[in-house]
């Protein structure tokens, strides 16, 4: 019975050692991850002397948590390629190798963000057929949340580029979040097919040619937040910006909103009943309850959290890869693009 309960789990390997709050949080989120649900399996990489004393700080069902040996940390300043290369035993290198033999399902780093995109492409591989892997995270909005696509993987990307990013984000939106035929939108500086800038103006033909994709044209940054596109389309540069610009200023107006309603008795005293409905709204647009970003298009799930993240952030991201397995993102994204391709004719 606990055989085939253990065959039943999703294996995600966490780099204990990644991020500001290491290893703490990452520590504390594996664990909350497992106290929560049985069908998660946590391998947590890095310093196993360090890593066991966090972890003997908790009560934990033993068997969901395991720990693996990497002597070396790569640290955010360090050259990826080079990190990669030459710290073998670190505990990204580790931990993706981990997912690259198939013993586990996904790995989530909360590390450097060079060092996570350099080995997802070099040590667990892009699956055939993927020209370039975006990071996708969710980002909150009026009606739920869209997925921005790509935020810091390809800050150079080519119009198929943009093409493969919409399918793959297509397939993720709809089998992940359960929205039918999501609404793609490329960004752009107007709603004109004309505007933009020439990756922009080469991109928009080729997608509405998709005949796959539901494709509503361009999409300026302010309707963002509206909700206006269930998937958004760009290159890293401008959706490296987007998404630091929406965090920034998600954090920003949160705060002003706190300071506001204590600065008076009076203040208080309306903040003490407003307090339940706001502090639901508040949570809608607190970006971590929605995990990390995924790097699609690999052979095995590798999930990047923020440098920041506490342990809550951490345990989404963990919940995260259960939803991407039971729904066979990587196999739907590699019938999709197969499917694509031959319609092409490539």
Do not use: W
């Amino acid at each position: 019975m606990q055989q085939n309960q253990d065959a039943g789990r999703t294996k995600v390997v966490l780099d204990a050692m990644g991020g500001d709050y290491a290893p703490a949080e990452p520590v504390k989120g594996a664990v909350d991850a497992v106290c929560a649900r049985e069908d998660i399996e946590v391998i947590l990489v890095g310093q196993e002397d360090v890593v066991r004393g966090e972890l003997s700080n908790y009560s934990y069902p033993s068997g969901q948590i395991t720990v693996v040996h990497a002597e070396e940390v790569i640290e955010t300043a360090e050259p990826p390629v080079a990190a990669i290369r030459k710290k073998k035993q670190s505990s990204i290198v580790v931990g993706m190798n981990l997912v690259k033999r198939k013993e586990a399902d996904a790995f989530v780093s909360a590390g450097s963000s060079g060092a996570v995109l350099v080995g997802g492409q070099g040590i667990v591989g892009r699956i055939r057929g993927i020209e370039r892997p975006p990071l996708a995270p969710l980002i909150p909005t009026e009606k739920g949340v869209s997925l921005l696509i790509d935020c810091g993987a390809n800050v150079d990307a080519r119009p198929s580029h943009l093409v493969q990013f919409a399918r793959m984000g297509s397939v993720y939106m709809e089998h992940v979040l359960g929205v039918k035929r999501p609404r793609v939108a490329i960004v752009n500086i107007g709603a004109e097919e004309e505007k933009g800038n020439a990756l922009v103006k080469d991109t928009f033909p080729l997608l509405k040619e998709c005949t796959d994709l539901n494709f509503v044209g361009s999409i300026e940054a302010r309707e963002i937040p509206r909700g206006e596109a269930d998937v958004i389309v760009c290159e890293a540069f401008v959706g490296n910006v987007i998404l630091k610009l929406y965090e920034g200023l998600s954090a920003t107006l949160i705060d002003a909103i706190k300071k506001g309603m204590t600065s008076t008795l009076k203040s208080k005293i309306g903040a003490a009943l407003a307090l339940p409905a706001l502090k639901g709204t508040l949570k809608s647009f607190d970006a971590t309850q929605y995990g990390g970003a995924p790097l699609l298009g690999l052979n095995g799930l590798v999930v990047k959290t923020h440098g920041s993240a506490k342990a809550v952030e951490i345990t989404n991201s963990i919940f995260q890869c259960v939803t991407f397995k039971e729904q066979d993102i990587n196999g739907r994204i590699r019938k999709n693009i197969l499917s694509s391709a031959e319609q092409e004719g490539m």
